[in-house]
Structure formats: C-alpha cells, structure tokens
C-alpha cells in the first residue's frame, strides 16, 4: 500500500502571455518545479478548461512524486484562493 504524503504547493500564476504552473515540494522553501504553462486567452474566461489544466497539473506532480519516491501518493489539500495576480487575465 502506497504511503499518502501532504501535497507541497501547486501554484499557478500569470506571467506574460501564459499562466505557468509551478509545484513547491515542500510548503516552505523546497525545490520549486515547473510543471507546464497555458496561454492565458485560452483559460481566461473558459473555466472548465482552467479546472482541466490545474488537474493535469495535479496529475503530473503526482507522478513526478511517483518517479522520485516510489510508493509515496500525494495528498491534495482544499484549494485556497488565488491572488488577483495569480488568476488568468485577458
């Protein structure tokens, strides 16, 4: 049986013309990842596409996870609001 371990921090936030998403190991100054980017317009007013990106965002951090630590899951905690900055905008 796979141990569960507390997610670090999936944090996505815009940055030009994308909005990348990063996954912090550690909630307190682990290894930060990137994991992949969207162009914001195709986000921006789509949110069934936003929710499908931070889940596949949440897949991949789970399988970098699988890979580096084998038979450690990740446990994802409730989502927090993000920052105005951290919302896609058009």
Avoid: C
């Avoid at 670090?8 to 100054?29: M, N």
């Avoid at 927090?80 to 919302?87: E, M």
């Amino acid at each position: 049986m796979a141990k569960e371990i507390e997610a670090g921090h999936l944090h996505v936030r815009q940055e030009g013309p994308l909005w990348v998403a990063y996954f912090d190991a550690q909630k307190s100054g682990g290894p930060r990842f990137v994991l992949g980017a969207i162009n914001v317009a195709a986000v921006s007013e789509n949110k069934a596409r936003e929710t499908v990106f931070i889940e596949l965002m949440k897949a991949a951090a789970a399988d970098l996870v699988k890979t580096a630590a084998p038979g450690l899951t990740l446990r994802w905690g409730e989502p927090q609001d993000r920052a105005p900055s951290d919302r896609p905008e058009h």
